[in-house]
Every structure is written in C-alpha cells, then in structure tokens.
C-alpha cells in the first residue's frame, strides 16, 4: 500500500519547483516600528533578525542565491540621522555576522556603488567577501547603494570604453554583451522576486535582470516574513508557469518530454 502510493505520487506530482534565485526588497521596517511607537531604526534592527532567518531557510531548501535589497542608491534621499543609523547598523551586522555565515559555507558578495561608504565599511565590505570567497554553499547578495539604472549605464560604459579603444564595434553591443557587464553577470537571472510592505513597485532594484523573474508581493512588513511566509512565497511560485514568451501548449509538451526522457 505504501509502495502503491509512492508509485503514484512520483507519476502525479511533478517535483516541487525550488527557485534557484530568489531576490528580496525588504520593505516596511519603518512602518514596523511605527506601529509599536519606536524610532525607525529600532525596525532595522528588527529586519536584520529577518535576514537572519531567510538566510537559514534558503540554505535549508537548497536556494542557491539569495540577493537582499538593503539601501537603493535613492536612499541617501532620507534624513541623514536614519541614513547614519543605517551605516552603522550595516557596519555592526557585517562585524556580527559575517564569521556565522562562514561557519555555514555561505558565500557574501555586496553589490553597488561601495565608494560612497565610509573607508572602514569599505574595508569590512572587503573583508567579508575575502573571508567567505571560497565558500560552496549559499550565495548571499547584498544591494547595498544600489541602483538598476547604475548598473545599465556602467555597464554601457565598459561597453564604450571598449568601443573608443577599437577593441569592439559597435554592431556588437547586443544584449548578451551588455549582461555580461552587469553588477549579477555571472549568476542566473532571478526566478523570484518578493516584496514586502505593500507596495508594488521595483523602486529601482535588478531592472534589467528582473526582465522574466515571477513576481511576488505581500502586505507584510519585513521584520514580520517569517518561514511560514516565506514558504507561501515558494508555493505560489511553485504553482506558476514559465513560458518566456512561447504558449503553455509548448511549455507543457516540453516537460512532458523532459519526463519520458
Ligand atoms: C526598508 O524599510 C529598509 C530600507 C529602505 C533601508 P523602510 O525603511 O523603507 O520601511 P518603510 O517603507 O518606511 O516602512
Ligand atoms: C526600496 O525600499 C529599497 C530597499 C528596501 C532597500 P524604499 O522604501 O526605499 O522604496 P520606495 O521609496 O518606497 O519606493
Ligand atoms: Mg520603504
């Protein structure tokens, strides 16, 4: 009977569809402590309990990226109080975190533009990334100072470059040429996106690279994404269709032969 029903759910079931890149605009820490009548940047702190637990949960399910939005190159816009606060919080939860995510085999790479960091976030930034480089496990990414529109255009100005130095035409400035610039060139697009806080928006995060990643939004504020959340997240996902232009009549027949097979 057992053995039955184990036969049956292999030919029914197809596997849980797992993403291997998920990545996250963690919205609404502000809104959090609002709510409980604390300065905002006692929500930060919250979040950074929230990162915590996703990266463990990534880990466990096998994610093979996960990629956090935690400062738009639009948010120096805020008052510089909260922007300092951010810095140092930043500061301390790389000090903090960075030896426990070695331990579990992570890898740590920030993306955006570093310069305009203080020169010892500079160096911590450095040193995470040294520290965890070799690392096979979970590849986390941090935005941190970044924007969509920066990553384009600094891709197309490598792209230039290489132009007025004859080393390329211009013919050959096509889309492949210009992800290979881009800040995620060598890891996979991702294949969900999420947002918490309510609103639905891309607030300038991955433009280019979001291009067919399934989108996912929850009125949730991100110091309350727990694990029950988050696996609502992966099963919404995994119910959805990726069709990258073509119908779900070719879609289906492919995965059908990709069984036989
Ligand atoms: C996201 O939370 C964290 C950062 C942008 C650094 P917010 O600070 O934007 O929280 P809300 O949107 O004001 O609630
Ligand atoms: C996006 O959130 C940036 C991060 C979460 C780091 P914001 O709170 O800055 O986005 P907007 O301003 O509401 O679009
Ligand atoms: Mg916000």
């Known amino acids: 009977m057992g053995q039955m029903s184990n036969a049956q759910h292999k030919t029914h079931t197809p596997p849980a569809r797992i993403p291997r890149h998920v990545a996250i605009i963690m919205d609404g820490n502000g809104r959090w402590a609002k709510q409980r009548k604390r300065p905002r940047i006692f929500g930060h702190q919250a979040g950074v309990e929230s990162v915590r637990g996703i990266v463990k949960q990534c880990a466990a399910k096998g994610i093979e990226i996960l990629t956090l939005f935690a400062f738009s190159s639009e948010n120096w816009r805020r008052p510089e109080e909260e922007v300092g606060l951010l810095m140092d919080l930043f500061l301390i939860a790389l000090e903090r975190e960075a030896n426990r995510l070695h331990k579990n085999n992570v890898r740590l790479r920030i993306i955006g533009e570093r310069s305009a960091f203080s020169d010892k976030l500079q160096r911590k930034i450095t040193e995470a990334e040294q520290l965890t480089r070799d690392n096979t496990g979970l590849i986390v990414v941090v935005a941190a100072n970044y924007g969509g529109r920066w ?111």
């Open 151 to 261: 990553d384009i255009s600094q891709a197309a100005q490598t792209l230039a470059q290489q132009v007025a130095a004859g080393a390329l035409e211009l013919r050959d400035i096509t889309p492949e040429r210009l992800a290979a610039q881009l800040s995620l060139a060598d890891l996979p697009e991702p294949d969900l996106f999420i947002r918490t806080g309510g609103e639905q928006r891309i607030s300038n995060f991955l433009l280019w690279q979001l291009a067919y990643t399934e989108l996912y939004f929850t009125e949730v504020l991100w110091p309350d994404f727990d694990e029950t959340e988050f696996e609502q997240a992966l099963n919404s996902f995994a119910g959805r269709q990726r069709r990258f232009g073509r119908t779900g009549d070719q879609v289906e027949q492919e995965a059908c032969s990709n069984n036989a097979s």
